[in-house]
């Protein structure tokens, strides 16, 4: 079964006038790399939602938005009375200090100031039930990101079979040409082996030493160049020209140096002509 990397997952639900939501999403990771963002209420049980994704999710870029919305008419924030009386009292004192005015709005200055406004969906204490409700909505979203990876796993998987399927009917294809390549370059060696006057080999070091150069000179010769020897006319190399168009020299063969044709370097076996 194959799961994409990337996914998305939404989960929803209702609990004592609050609407608890919770969103999962992820991208390609080596490793997991988990973001949680939650209300300052839910920090207690963040440790335990990342157990959660990481049983789950194993790896990924993962990044966890928990968020909560009053519902029938719940007051979502309030004033911070404490935070009021002292910002009064150090302006008071400022005025007296500074020998200026005091605001003639006290409401709008005090109002304006950091902190005036408290959240209570997101400050106050919230009771195991609560917690609980977020962990089950964090799961459902969970869910909801593996379904969406499993869609998205298939869609690949067709992807992948689609084109093994067209490479393999091209390697069919190309099956029934192997044995005449092979033949052909078999036949333009042994041409060249019988202009050469007075060189032996052994034939079935030769068809060894075939199989092997055959599979080298498809990593030697370049896009488009011809599989073979040169050809009479293209040039003033010597009958002893390689693969390679060095004068006298023969291709390296497996275990040896490269040395003139038909002779041993210490290897202890018979050089073939290419």
């Not at 920090?43 to 519902?71: M, T």
């Not at 370059?185 to 199989?211: C, H, M, P, T, W």
């Amino acid at each position: 079964m194959i799961l994409s990397m990337t996914g998305f997952g939404k989960a929803v639900k209702v609990f004592n006038n609050k609407k608890i939501t919770a969103e999962v999403k992820s991208l390609n990771s080596k490793q997991l790399d988990l973001s949680i963002r939650l209300p300052q209420a839910y920090r207690e049980i963040e440790l335990d939602l990342r157990n959660i994704i990481a049983k789950s999710l194993h790896r990924g870029k993962v990044d966890l938005f928990v968020y909560c919305e009053p519902i029938d008419g719940a007051v979502a924030t309030s004033l911070n009375i404490d935070a009021l009386k002292q910002y009064k009292v150090q302006l008071q004192a400022m005025s007296q200090q500074l020998d200026i005015p005091e605001p003639d709005d006290w409401y709008g200055t005090l109002l304006r100031l950091p902190d005036a406004l408290k959240s209570d969906l997101n400050t106050s204490e919230v009771d195991d039930d609560e917690k609980n409700v977020v962990v089950e909505v964090v799961k459902n979203a969970i869910g909801g990101l593996n379904a969406f990876r499993l869609q998205e796993g298939k869609r690949l998987c067709g992807f992948f079979e689609e084109k093994i399927d067209a490479i393999q009917h091209l390697l069919d294809s190309v099956s029934p040409y192997e044995q005449s390549r092979v033949e052909k370059i078999k036949a333009r060696i042994l041409d060249s082996l019988q202009k050469l006057d007075g060189v032996e080999y052994d034939k079935n070091r030769f068809e060894q030493e075939l199989i092997f150069y055959i599979e080298k000179l498809e990593q030697w010769r370049g896009p488009g160049q011809e599989t073979g020897l040169h050809k009479p006319g293209n040039g003033t190399r010597n009958k002893h020209d390689g693969l390679k168009g060095q004068p006298g020299r023969a291709p390296k063969a497996r275990g040896g140096h490269e040395g003139p044709i038909g002779t041993n370097q210490g290897t202890g076996t018979e050089r073939i002509i290419e």
